[in-house]
C-alpha cells in the first residue's frame, strides 16, 4: 500500500514544486527503496505463500485492493525500486530542469509497485493502464524524431492489449457463481474448457505479449526505444518490459492451465524466433540506441521462452535473468547516454576511441557489456544457463537455436564496445571527460551489482524458489488432469 | 390505492383480446390505413381544388394584394420584424382561450382544485404578458 | 417536485430580475436557485421505493420521483451550475438567455421522472423549444443561424415521428400511463404476440428518443448543430440533453419490454448502441474542429450509454448514473477550456498550443478529463465503462467487445489534444476567475472521486 501511494503522491507533490520538484521525487524514490528492504527484511524465506496481504473493499464487494508479496513479487519490487532509485539519479543532470519529468518517473514507479503488489484482477488491470500514463508522458514530451506517432503506436498497441486483458478478467468473473470476486484465488479457481481457456488465455497474452513484446506484436518497440528520451528507454526496457514476463507468470498461465498445452509451444516458438530475430538485426545496426533495443527483444525472447517451459530451471532462471537484464539494460543505457552527452552522436561509425580519453568509464562500462553478453561471474550467466537449460530439455532443436543467441550477443555487444571504445579516435572524442562523480557512482553501483549477483545469484533463487515451485504444482495439477 | 383491484377491473383485458391477433401482415391493415388516409387527404384537398375551382387568369388576378391601388415593388417586400411579433403575441394569447372552454364546460365538477389550476394557468401567462411588455416587446417606436 | 417548482419560479424570477441588467449579474441569483433546487432533491416525494414497479407507475400519477428520476435531477442540475457558472454572461441587457436555460431543465427533469407518456412528450418539448432559440442566440453568426435552423427541423421531426409512436400506443393499449403500457407489454409478451400497433408505436418512439440522444442512424445532425451553437449552447446540449435523453430512455424501455420482447427489441438497441459507438469514435478521428470532435465523441458516448439501458434496471441505473458523472464534469472541463483559448477565433486543435507551459494546471485538468473521456482507470469514465461492460458482458459479449473497440479507436483522438495541449508551443493562456477555480475543482473532484472510489459513490444512492 504504502509502496505504491508513497511514490504517487511524491509525483504530484514534484510536478509543482518547482526547483525542489526533483529532490522530491527522489526522496519519495528512495523511500520506496527503503520500504521495499523492509518487506526484505520481513519477508519470509522457504515460504511459497503470498505473505503481508493487506486487503480492503474498493470498488465495489467484487473489487478488492488486495496486495500481497511472495517470492516472485518480491524480487520484481526489488527491482523496480532499486532501478526506480536509480534511473532517477541519472535523469538528473544540468540539462533537464523540468520537475514535470522527474514526477513522472517517481509515479512511474509507484503504478508499477502497484502491478506487481495486486492480488486482485481488476486492480492489476488498473495499475497495468496506470502504469502506461507517465511513460507515454515521458516519451511523447521528451522524446525525439517523430515521438508524437511512434508514442501513440506504443499507446493503443497496449491499450488494444489491456482492453483484450480487461474482456477476458470480466468472461472470468462472469463464469463464476453468484457472489464471485476478481480476487487473485478466486480466478485461479475458475474451471474452463479448454476452448474457453484459449479464447480467455489469447485476451490475456494479447496483454503481456505486446509488453514483452514477442514476435509478431514488436514492431512498436525499436522505433519507441530509438525515440524516447534514456530515462524512457530505461523505464520501458528495465522495468515495463518485466511487466509483461511477471504477468506471463503469475496472471496468464496460472489462471488458464487448461490452454497451457496450446500455448507452451508458440510462446517458446515466438520466443526463440525473437531471439534470433532481435539479434540477427542487431547485428547490422549503427545506432547504439536501436541495437540495444535489439538486443533488448532478443533477451526477452529468451526468457519468454524459458517461463513457457513451465519448469524450475526455467521460470527461477527467468526470474533471475529478469533481474540482471534490467540491470543490465540500464547500466547499457546510460552508458550511451554519457557517450551521446560528450560526443554528441551514438552513431557507430563516427566515434571511436573513447577508451584512451576516459579509461575509467571503458572500464565500467566493458563489465557492463560483459555482463549482457552472459560472461561468467557476471549477472547476465546464471540466468542465461538455466534458460537454455530449461528449453534445450524441452526440445534440442529449439535449445540449439536459443543456444545462438550467446554466440551473436557477444558479436553485437563486443561489435558496439570496439567501434566505440577502442581503435582509433574518431568524432568528437578529444574533449571526453571521464566519468564524473555522479555518473562514476551509478556506473559503480550498476557494475557491482552486475558482478555481485554473477558470482552469487543463489539469494534470488532462494527468494523465488518457493513461490515458483507453487506455481508451477499450481499450473501441473490442471495439467496432469488434461493428460 | 389498491392495486390489485385496479388490476382486475382494468379495461384493457377485454380491449386487449379484441384489438391482438398474431403478428401477420394483415394486422398492419390499421396502420396503412392510416397513413393512406393522411396522404389521401393532403392530396385529395389539394387534387380537388386544383381540379374544381375555376380558373380565370386576368391580370389582376395574379396581382399579389388585390386592393385597386396600383402595385409598386415586390411582394417578397421586407415587412418590419414588429408585425410579427404583434401577430405571435396575438396567436399566443389567442390560444390560451382554447383551454377556457372545456374549463368552462366542467366548472362546477373541477371544483376549487380546478380553480386553484386554472389560475395557476393564467398566472404563468399573465407572468409572460407582463414580462413581454417590461421588455418593450408592445411599444412601436422605440 | 420540489426542485422542479423552484427551478421553474427561479427562471421567472431571473427574467424579471435581469430586464434592466447586463445578462453577466443575473447568472449569480440563477445559481442560487439552482443550488436550492439541488439541495432540496432529497427531500423529494418517494422516499425508498426504488424499484417497486406497481407503486412508482400507479396511473394516477403523471410524475414519480423516485430514485432514479432524482438521481439524475441532481446530475442534471450541478451540470446546469456548471455550465452557467463557468461560461460567463455577455454584457448584453436582459436575461432571456438564462431563462431558458433554467426553462430548458425544467423539461429535462421532467423527462427524467415522467410516468405518462404526456408528460415526457412535455418533457421533451420544454426542453427542445428553447434550445431552438439559445442555438441561434448570436444572432449576427451565420452559423449560429444555421445551427438553429437546423436543429429545429431536426427537433420538429423527431417529435412529430414520436408523437406519432405515442397515438399508436395509445391506440394499441388504450392508455398513455406506463401502468398500461407495462400491462400491455406484460400481456403481449405472456401470449407470444407482437400487436402491429404496439411494435409500430414502440419504433417510432425510439426513434424519436433516438434523435435526442444523437444515436446511429440519427446522429447526423449534432456535429453540425454543435460546431454552429455558442459555446454554452453546445455543451448544455452536450451534457444535459444527452443525459435526459438517456434518462428517459432509461425510464421508457423498460415499459414496452415484455418477456418474450425483450431480446428483440435488446438486440435491435444493441446493434443501434454498436453502430454508434463505431459511427461517433471514427468519425471524430477525422475531424479538425474541437467542437465537431465533441459531437462526434459525444455520438460515441450515447452508445456506450445506450448499453446501460440495456442491462437489468437496477444494474443499468448505477451503471448511467456514475457514468453520467463523469461524463458531465469532463466535457464541462474540455468545453470551459476550449471556450478560453478559443476566443481569438480559432476553432481547431491548434488553438490548444501552448497551454501546458503557460498554465500548467489547466493543462492538467484538460489531461484529466481527457483521459476520463477516454476511459483510463481511476477516472470516473473507466469506473462507468467498467460498470456498463461488465454487466452487460454475460448477454451481450459481442456489443462488450465492440465497444472495447470503440475506447482504444478514441484514444486517438483523445490524445491529439493532450498533444496540442502540451507538447506544441503557442500563445493559449487561460485566465481563470476564483469562482471558475472552485467549479473546475469541484468538477475534477468529482472525475477522481468517482473514479477511485465508485462504491463509495453508488452508497449515496441509498439515501
Same mark, same amino acid.
Given at each position: 500500500m504504502e509502496l505504491i501511494l508513497i511514490p504517487i503522491i511524491a509525483g504530484f507533490t514534484a510536478a509543482f514544486a518547482g526547483k525542489w520538484g526533483r529532490w522530491v521525487a527522489l526522496l519519495g524514490s528512495v523511500t520506496a527503496l527503503a520500504i521495499t528492504f523492509g518487506f526484505l527484511n520481513k519477508f519470509q524465506m522457504g515460504n511459497g505463500e503470498f505473505q503481508m496481504i493487506w486487503d480492503r473493499i474498493w470498488f465495489s464487494s467484487a473489487i478488492h485492493f488486495k496486495t500481497g508479496i511472495d517470492g516472485i513479487t518480491m524480487i520484481m519490487l526489488l527491482l523496480t525500486n532499486v532501478l526506480g532509485v536509480l534511473i532517477l539519479a541519472s535523469a538528473i543532470n544540468k540539462t533537464n530542469r523540468n520537475p514535470v519529468l522527474f514526477a513522472l518517473i517517481v509515479g512511474m514507479q509507484g503504478a508499477l509497485n502497484g502491478v506487481f503488489l495486486a492480488m486482485d484482477g481488476i486492480m492489476f488491470y488498473i495499475f497495468w493502464e496506470l502504469a502506461l500514463i507517465p511513460i507515454y508522458f515521458i516519451c511523447a514530451m521528451w522524446g525525439e524524431g517523430n515521438r508524437f506517432a511512434t508514442t501513440l503506436k506504443f499507446f493503443i498497441y497496449t491499450f488494444i492489449g489491456s482492453l483484450a486483458m480487461l474482456a477476458s478478467l470480466i468472461y472470468l468473473y462472469n463464469k463464476m457463481p453468484a457472489g464471485g470476486t476478481f480476487d487473485y484465488k478466486a480466478l485461479l479457481a475458475v474451471n474452463l474448457t479448454e476452448t474457453e481457456a484459449i479464447w480467455v488465455g489469447a485476451g490475456i497474452l494479447l496483454a503481456f505479449a505486446v509488453k514483452i513484446p514477442l514476435l509478431p506484436l514488436h514492431s512498436w518497440q525499436p522505433d519507441t526505444y530509438t525515440e524516447a528520451p534514456t530515462a524512457g528507454s530505461m523505464l520501458l526496457s528495465a522495468i515495463?518490459?518485466?511487466?509483461?514476463?511477471?504477468?506471463?507468470?503469475?496472471?496468464?498461465?496460472?489462471?488458464?492451465?487448461?490452454?497451457?498445452?496450446?500455448?507452451?509451444?508458440?510462446?517458446?516458438?515466438?520466443?526463440?524466433?525473437?531471439?534470433?530475430?532481435?539479434?540477427?538485426?542487431?547485428?547490422?545496426?549503427?545506432?547504439?540506441?536501436?541495437?540495444?533495443?535489439?538486443?533488448?527483444?532478443?533477451?526477452?525472447?529468451?526468457?519468454?521462452?524459458?517461463?513457457?517451459?513451465?519448469t524450475m530451471e526455467g521460470m527461477q532462471g527467468a526470474i533471475l535473468q529478469m533481474f540482471s537484464h534490467g540491470i543490465n539494460i540500464f547500466g547499457l543505457f546510460f552508458a550511451i547516454d554519457i557517450i551521446q552527452r560528450r560526443a554528441g552522436t551514438r552513431e557507430l561509425g563516427s566515434i571511436g576511441g573513447i577508451a584512451k580519453q576516459a579509461p575509467r568509464f571503458a572500464a565500467l562500462f566493458l563489465i557492463v557489456v560483459l555482463g549482457a553478453t552472459a560472461v561468467p561471474f557476471t549477472n547476465g550467466f546464471p540466468g542465461e544457463l538455466l534458460l537454455l537449460k530449461s528449453v534445450f530439455n524441452y526440445h534440442t532443436v529449439w535449445g540449439i537455436c536459443a543456444g545462438l543467441t550467446i554466440i551473436f550477443c557477444a558479436v553485437y555487444m563486443l561489435r558496439m564496445y570496439q567501434m566505440s571504445m577502442l581503435g582509433k579516435e574518431k568524432g568528437d572524442v578529444y574533449l571526453f571527460p571521464d566519468l564524473a562523480l555522479r555518473e562514476l557512482g551509478l556506473m559503480g553501483i550498476t557494475v557491482a551489482m552486475v558482478i555481485g549477483i554473477g558470482i552469487y545469484p543463489q539469494w534470488i533463487l532462494d527468494i523465488c524458489g518457493p513461490s515458483v515451485h507453487k506455481t508451477i504444482l499450481t499450473i501441473q495439477d490442471t495439467v496432469g488432469v488434461l493428460k | 390505492m389498491d392495486l390489485l383491484a385496479a388490476e382486475s377491473n382494468n379495461p384493457n383485458h377485454e380491449f386487449i383480446t379484441f384489438a391482438i391477433g398474431m403478428s401477420s401482415p394483415v394486422n398492419y391493415l390499421p396502420i396503412v390505413i392510416q397513413s393512406a388516409v393522411a396522404i389521401g387527404f393532403v392530396a385529395l384537398a389539394l387534387g380537388a381544388s386544383h381540379l374544381l375551382g375555376p380558373k380565370r387568369k386576368t391580370a389582376q388576378k395574379e396581382e399579389s394584394f388585390e386592393c385597386g391601388i396600383e402595385i409598386q415593388g415586390n411582394a417578397r417586400y421586407p415587412i418590419s420584424i414588429k408585425y410579427f411579433l404583434t401577430a405571435i403575441l396575438f396567436v399566443l394569447f389567442d390560444v390560451e382561450i382554447i383551454f377556457f372552454y372545456p374549463y368552462a364546460v366542467n366548472f362546477k365538477e373541477m371544483g376549487i382544485e380546478g380553480f386553484i389550476a386554472v389560475l395557476a394557468f393564467v398566472g404563468i401567462f399573465m407572468a409572460g404578458f407582463i414580462y413581454v411588455w417590461k421588455k418593450g416587446g408592445l411599444e412601436w417606436e422605440k | 417536485m420540489k426542485s422542479l417548482l423552484i427551478i421553474f419560479i427561479g427562471a421567472i424570477v431571473v427574467l424579471f430580475t435581469g430586464i434592466k441588467k447586463p445578462e453577466k449579474k443575473s447568472i449569480g441569483l440563477a445559481i442560487a436557485f439552482l443550488?436550492?433546487?439541488?439541495?432540496?432533491?432529497?427531500? $423529494?416525494?418517494?422516499? *425508498?421505493?426504488?424499484?417497486?414497479?406497481?407503486?412508482?407507475?400507479?396511473?394516477?400519477? %403523471?410524475? /414519480?420521483?423516485?430514485?432514479?428520476?432524482?438521481?439524475?435531477?441532481?446530475?442534471?442540475?450541478?451540470?446546469?451550475?456548471?455550465?452557467?457558472?463557468?461560461?460567463?454572461?455577455? $454584457?448584453?441587457?436582459?436575461?432571456?438567455?438564462?431563462?431558458?436555460?433554467?426553462?430548458?431543465?425544467?423539461?429535462?427533469? #421532467?423527462?427524467?421522472?415522467?410516468?405518462?407518456?404526456? %408528460?415526457m412528450f412535455l418533457g421533451i418539448e420544454a426542453l427542445s423549444i428553447p434550445l431552438y432559440v439559445l442555438a441561434g442566440s448570436k444572432k449576427s453568426d451565420l452559423r449560429s443561424n444555421e445551427a438553429a435552423i437546423k436543429y429545429f427541423l431536426m427537433g420538429a421531426f423527431s417529435t412529430a415521428i414520436f408523437l406519432m409512436g405515442c397515438a399508436f400506443l395509445y391506440g394499441s393499449s388504450k392508455g398513455f400511463d406506463a401502468f398500461s403500457l407495462h400491462d400491455m407489454s406484460a400481456f403481449v409478451g405472456h401470449n407470444h404476440m407482437s400487436p402491429p400497433l404496439f411494435t409500430v408505436g414502440i419504433s417510432l418512439v425510439l426513434i424519436g428518443l433516438a434523435f435526442k440522444v444523437s444515436a446511429f442512424p440519427f446522429h447526423f445532425w449534432s456535429p453540425d448543430v454543435y460546431e454552429g451553437s455558442p459555446n454554452r449552447t453546445t455543451v448544455f446540449m452536450a451534457v444535459i440533453v444527452k443525459i435526459a435523453?438517456?434518462?428517459?430512455?432509461?425510464?421508457?424501455?423498460?415499459?414496452?419490454?415484455?418477456?418474450?420482447?425483450?431480446?428483440?427489441?435488446?438486440?435491435?438497441?444493441?446493434?443501434?448502441?454498436?453502430?454508434?459507438?463505431?459511427?461517433?469514435?471514427?468519425?471524430?478521428?477525422?475531424?479538425?474542429?474541437?467542437?465537431?470532435?465533441?459531437?462526434?465523441?459525444?455520438?460515441?458516448?450515447a452508445g456506450y450509454l445506450l448499453m446501460g439501458i440495456l442491462i437489468a434496471p437496477e444494474k443499468g441505473f448505477q451503471a448511467l448514473w456514475i457514468y453520467s458523472l463523469g461524463y458531465v464534469s469532463a466535457n464541462v472541463i474540455v468545453f470551459y477550456l476550449f471556450n478560453k483559448v478559443s476566443a481569438g477565433g480559432d476553432e481547431t486543435f491548434a488553438a490548444?498550443?501552448?497551454?501546458?507551459?503557460?498554465? *500548467?494546471?489547466?493543462?492538467?485538468?484538460?489531461?484529466?478529463?481527457?483521459?476520463? #473521456?477516454?476511459?483510463?482507470?481511476?477516472?470516473?469514465?473507466?469506473?462507468?465503462?467498467?460498470?456498463?461492460?461488465?454487466?452487460?458482458?454475460? $448477454?451481450?459479449?459481442?456489443?462488450?467487445?465492440? /465497444?472495447?473497440?470503440?475506447?482504444?479507436?478514441?484514444?486517438?483522438?483523445?490524445?491529439?489534444?493532450? *498533444?496540442?495541449?502540451?507538447? %506544441?508551443?503557442?500563445?493559449?493562456?487561460?485566465?481563470?476567475?476564483?469562482? $471558475?477555480?472552485?467549479?473546475?475543482?469541484?468538477?475534477?473532484?468529482?472525475?477522481?472521486?468517482?473514479?477511485?472510489?465508485?462504491?463509495?459513490?453508488?452508497?449515496?444512492?441509498?439515501?
Open positions: 515495463m518490459l518485466k511487466m509483461g514476463l511477471y504477468g506471463l507468470i503469475r496472471w496468464f498461465f496460472p489462471i488458464v492451465p487448461e490452454a497451457v498445452l496450446f500455448y507452451i509451444p508458440l510462446i517458446i516458438g515466438a520466443g526463440i524466433i525473437g531471439v534470433l530475430y532481435g539479434a540477427i538485426i542487431a547485428i547490422r545496426q549503427t545506432d547504439m540506441k536501436r541495437l540495444v533495443a535489439f538486443s533488448s527483444l532478443s533477451h526477452v525472447g529468451l526468457i519468454a521462452a524459458g517461463i513457457a517451459t513451465l | - | 443550488v436550492m433546487a439541488l439541495a432540496l432533491i432529497p427531500f $423529494d416525494m418517494m422516499g *425508498k421505493l426504488p424499484w417497486n414497479f406497481e407503486i412508482k407507475y400507479a396511473p394516477i400519477n %403523471m410524475v /414519480a420521483f423516485d430514485i432514479s428520476a432524482r438521481a439524475f435531477s441532481g446530475v442534471l442540475i450541478l451540470g446546469t451550475i456548471f455550465i452557467l457558472g463557468l461560461f460567463s454572461g455577455s $454584457d448584453r441587457k436582459g436575461s432571456d438567455l438564462i431563462g431558458l436555460v433554467m426553462f430548458s431543465l425544467c423539461g429535462a427533469i #421532467l423527462m427524467t421522472s415522467f410516468t405518462n407518456l404526456i %408528460m435523453a438517456i434518462a428517459a430512455f432509461y425510464r421508457f424501455f423498460p415499459l414496452i419490454i415484455g418477456e418474450a420482447q425483450a431480446v428483440t427489441w435488446g438486440t435491435i438497441l444493441a446493434c443501434i448502441s454498436a453502430c454508434t459507438i463505431l459511427v461517433g469514435n471514427i468519425g471524430a478521428l477525422r475531424q479538425k474542429s474541437v467542437k465537431r470532435l465533441l459531437a462526434y465523441s459525444g455520438i460515441a458516448q490548444f498550443r501552448g497551454l501546458g507551459r503557460n498554465n *500548467k494546471g489547466a493543462a492538467l485538468v484538460l489531461c484529466l478529463s481527457m483521459l476520463s #473521456l477516454a476511459g483510463i482507470p481511476l477516472t470516473a469514465g473507466f469506473a462507468g465503462k467498467y460498470l456498463l461492460f461488465s454487466s452487460a458482458f454475460s $448477454d451481450y459479449i459481442y456489443l462488450v467487445i465492440i /465497444a472495447l473497440i470503440g475506447s482504444a479507436i478514441s484514444i486517438g483522438y483523445y490524445f491529439r489534444i493532450f *498533444k496540442e495541449a502540451i507538447l %506544441m508551443d503557442g500563445e493559449a493562456r487561460v485566465q481563470m476567475r476564483i469562482v $471558475d477555480i472552485l467549479l473546475l475543482g469541484l468538477a475534477v473532484t468529482m472525475i477522481l472521486g468517482v473514479g477511485i472510489l465508485p462504491g463509495f459513490v453508488i452508497q449515496i444512492l441509498q439515501f
